[in-house]
């Protein structure tokens, strides 16, 4: 046999076996990395009793697995009596951010009852912009809603679990068009909201909107019995 072509089979069998190694090498390092995030830490947890069972960490892909699999969907009257309402309310051509948001799967709509409303002037580029307001709706047992130009894809993603595994009701909004959002405002009783202000956590109660019933779909918001909020509903 010719040496050349020996060395040459030796070479690809050598190759082969390199990229097969650094294959099962990438595919353990990245189960073993998986399965970091969602095990418990192999350390104390403060305020645990060392026989508690550990607690269960979710990922994001599993946190919007099955989202809202114990959800109660409107009954039949309730969807007949909203889509009435619906037809006489005011409405704009924009919708949820995210399928996940949508709150009744048979009609495909999220309805949110007496909602925080907040109108951003400016792209949401952080989930810290929110944390005042999310922190206000929390302790009132409110829904948000929160309307934007546009969202980084991080607090569309922290929206949409917290929606998911329904620890808030809430639906994030892109609305690119500044006049329509002014529009908006009219219509919730809110005011734009500057990015400094959010970044400073400055959100007085007048910045803040609110409706009877917010409805939207992928395609349309609708503003049920909308009107002017009040300190009533802060």
């Not at 919708?95 to 949508?102: I, M, Q, R, S, Y």
Request: glycine share 6%; with cysteine.
């Amino acid at each position: 046999m010719d040496v050349g072509y020996l060395g040459i089979g030796l070479v690809l069998v050598l190759g082969i076996a390199v990229v097969v190694y650094g294959w099962l090498a990438d595919r353990t390092d990245t189960k073993r990395r998986q399965d970091a995030l969602t095990q418990a830490p192999d350390r104390p947890i403060p305020g645990l009793r060392d026989d508690a069972p550990s607690p269960r960490y979710l990922s994001q892909a599993d946190a919007l697995r099955n989202p809202r699999a114990n959800a109660t969907p409107l009954p039949e009257q309730g969807r007949s009596d909203l889509q009435r309402r619906m037809a006489g309310s005011p409405s704009l051509p924009f919708g949820f951010a995210d399928p996940v948001f949508l709150t009744d799967a048979a009609s495909g709509l999220c309805v949110l009852d007496h909602p925080l409303v907040l109108v951003a002037d400016e792209p949401v580029t952080t989930t810290r912009e929110l944390l005042g307001l999310l922190e206000r709706a929390t302790s009132a047992g409110r829904a948000v809603v929160v309307v934007a130009p546009s969202f980084e894809l991080d607090v569309i993603a922290t929206l949409a679990v917290n929606s998911a595994q329904e620890t808030l009701h809430c639906v994030a909004v892109v609305v690119p068009d500044n006049s329509q959002r002014r529009t908006l405002c009219s219509l919730v009783g809110a005011a734009l909201v500057p990015r400094e202000d959010l970044r400073a956590g400055y959100l007085p109660d007048a910045a803040l909107g609110t409706c009877d019933t917010w409805v939207c779909d992928g395609a349309r918001l609708w503003v049920l019995n909308a009107e002017k909020a009040d300190e009533s509903l802060k």
